[in-house]
Each structure stands twice: as C-alpha cells, then as structure tokens.
C-alpha cells in the first residue's frame, strides 16, 4: 500500500498576525492562503502568552479542510540563535563534541535551556557548521499552541531558515541579507549561497518605519537602521573579505513603496522586495491580492516538506 501524500502547511505566527501556507503534495502549487489577526494579548514580542486563544484561531481557520497535514512552524526573536561555526577536519563523534562545546561558548542562553540541532554546510579546508537555537519556553509555547490546534508539528525552525528556502531565487550564489521588517520586531540575516552566516535582531519595528516614511527629511527609526545595517555590513565584509551585494526585504514593513529606494540610496546596493511567489505556482486569481512579501516565511516553511518529499 501506498501512504497518501499529505498537503504541506507553513505558519507563521506574528506579533500581529499568523499567517497560514498551504502547498500541494510533491508540488510547488499554492493551494490555500490565510492571514488572520492574533487574539487581543495573545503573543508579545514573538512569545506566546496564550496557547490556547492562538490553538482556537488556527483550528478555526482550517476548519475547512478535513485532512492532516506535515505542518512546520517558524520562532524568531531574541530567544533564537542562528551560529556559523568554524571547526578543524574531524570524525563524526569528535564533531559532535566540538559543535556542543563551541555552542555552549557562543550561544547567548545556556544549552540546557535550548532546543539545539545543527547541519554540517561545508568541508573543505575545514568544517563550517551552522547551529540553530531557541530557548525551550519559547518553542514550547507553540508546541502548546498547536496541540490546542490539533496538529502536531514536523518541524519548529527559526525564521531564516525559512526564508532561505522561499527566496532562493533571489538570493542566488551572491553574498546577500534579508531585512525582516515584522510589525514589532526587525531581523537581518545574511546569508552566502543560500546559508546563513550571519544573524542578528535589528532596534525598532516595521511600525516605526510606517510611521516615518511619508516624505520629509529622515526620521530617527530610519536613520538608525540605515547605521545599524551599515555597521552589520562592515563588520561581515571585515569577517569575510567580500561584500553584501544585495538586499531583499520582506514582512509588512516591505509594503512601504518608498523603503528599498531609500535603502539602495543610503547603502548603495541592489534591494529588492521579497517575492516568493518566485519557487512557486500560484493560481490566477490570486496573484493580484496575494500579500506576497509578507507570507516568505510561511511559504518557506511549507517549501521545506516539499523539497523533503
């Protein structure tokens, strides 16, 4: 007997919405899209506060479809970490020592206190290898979140991770960041032929951005992005020897019309918006209202069961 193929679900739960993605089996076919408003005091500064009222509004959402899914789930926030390690040439059971102990060096919360994994991305001359962290009271709020759902998750990954996957064809082979403008958080990740190498939560919000865009002289949530994304470029350029070429922004702050002409003006580089609608087929009729930049992480979480398929 064959097993039936199941939909991929990816969610994305903000501060202010959650956002649910819903690919076709196998395929890169976008069978189903919601945003939907997070319950009044339900979600503060990327952490879950109510399981429970969160649980109820997804499975209210997808009451419609009478089917399971392999559903994945972004965190993100101060309580993730994403690390680029750099280790000498070793055996498998010697890495796995070297990667726990560079972790518990480097990471900003002790290992007990995480959910950890990590992926060997190169060996060559040496192992670099990324690790990627959160802290237990974080994912196990969406744990609870979607146990109240009636879904248990195959995955729980941070953002970038999702994002890396969604906007493939846009970052290309070239060394490029990703600006997250989320209604209450902004999140900067640069990644080299797709991985990550660089992570980091951004001061301000989205929120402020909207607030100060229309016309007139810079205000201070402008400013000090643009200096806190110089200064993260530098420093990656010092680190890496190479340059950022390109920056493509996502989340709702990237609906600002006028934000990545300003930001190429200020920084000098290609940005672009993110279009993840890129890595996939999507309906007619859904292309003109499809809210494409602000559903990369869900479509990128739903991608990750497509490309495993």
Do not use: C
């Not at 962290?133 to 999702?162: F, W």
Request: glycine share 8%; net charge negative; charged share 20%.
């Amino acid at each position: 007997m064959f097993k039936k193929k199941r939909s991929q679900l990816g969610i994305d739960i903000g501060n202010e919405t959650i956002k649910l993605a819903i690919l076709s089996p196998r395929k890169k076919k976008l069978e189903f899209w919601s945003q939907l408003p997070v319950p009044g005091g339900s979600v503060m500064a990327n952490t879950i506060l109510d399981p429970e009222q969160i649980g109820f509004a997804i499975r209210s959402e997808l009451g419609i479809w009478e089917q399971d899914f392999d559903t994945a789930v972004a965190v993100s926030g101060h309580a993730v970490s994403l690390r680029l390690l750099k280790l000498p040439l070793l055996q498998k059971q010697e890495l796995s020592a070297a990667v726990e102990f560079e972790s518990s060096r480097v990471l900003p919360f002790p290992l007990d206190s995480a959910y950890w994994d990590y992926q060997v991305t190169s060996q060559e001359e040496h192992t670099e290898v990324l690790v990627a962290a959160a802290e237990k009271k974080l994912v196990d709020g969406y744990i609870s979140a979607l146990a109240t759902a009636q879904i248990v998750p195959r995955a729980v990954e941070p953002s970038s991770l999702a994002l890396a996957r969604s906007l493939r064809g846009q970052l290309g082979d070239a060394l490029a960041g990703v600006l997250d403008l989320g209604s209450h958080s902004q999140e900067l990740t640069i990644y080299a032929r797709g991985v990550p190498v660089f992570f980091r939560s951004l001061p301000g919000t989205g929120q402020d951005l909207a607030a100060t865009l229309p016309g007139g002289e810079l205000m201070p949530a402008l400013v000090e992005l643009f200096q806190e994304l110089r200064r993260s470029f530098d420093y990656l350029g010092r680190e890496r020897g190479e340059s950022v070429e390109k920056l493509i922004v996502v989340g709702s702050g990237a609906s600002q019309t006028e934000l990545p002409e300003m930001l190429h003006s200020q920084l000098g580089i290609e940005v672009l918006v993110g279009d993840p609608s890129l890595e996939l087929e999507i309906a007619p009729q859904d292309v003109a209202t499809f809210p494409k930049e602000r559903f990369a992480i869900a479509l990128g979480l739903a991608l990750r069961g497509v490309w495993e398929a």
